[in-house]
C-alpha cells in the first residue's frame, strides 16, 4: 500500500480494534499448545494428539481470519478511500495465497 499509511496502517503499527479478544485466544491457544505437548510426553494416543492439534489449528485460523477482517475493513477500505485500491488488493491476493 502507499506510503501514505496513516500510524493505525503503518507496517510497523497497526492498532487492533479487538486487541483484547485476539490476545484471550492466543493465549488459550497458547495453554492448548502446551497441552499437546503434554500429551505427547504422557505417550497419549495418537488420535486424541491429532485431535487436539486440529483443534489448535482451528483456533489459530479463527484468530487469522479476524486479523484479515480488520485488515479489510482498516486498512485496505483506507487505501481503497485514498485511491490505492489496485496495490491494496495485489497486497490482499500475495496474503491470501500464503495463508492456504
Known amino acids: 500500500m ?7 496502517c503503518s507496517p510497523k503499527r497497526v492498532e487492533q480494534p ?3 479478544a485476539l490476545l484471550k485466544r492466543l493465549a488459550r491457544l497458547e495453554g492448548q ?8 510426553e504422557s505417550d497419549r494416543y495418537c488420535v486424541d ?4 492439534i ?3 489449528r482451528s483456533a489459530l485460523d479463527a484468530v487469522a481470519q479476524q486479523l484479515l477482517e480488520n485488515h479489510l475493513h482498516g486498512c485496505v477500505a483506507r487505501a481503497v478511500q485514498q485511491g ?3 496495490q491494496a488488493i495485489a497486497e490482499v ?3 491470501l495465497k500464503k495463508m492456504r
Open 2 to 8: 502507499s506510503e501514505q499509511h496513516d500510524d493505525c
Open 18 to 20: 479487538d486487541k483484547a
Open 33 to 40: 499448545v502446551r497441552g499437546v505437548a503434554g500429551m505427547i
Open 49 to 52: 494428539v491429532l485431535t487436539q
Open 54 to 56: 486440529a483443534a489448535a
Open 84 to 86: 490505492d485500491s489496485e
Open 93 to 95: 491476493m500475495q496474503l
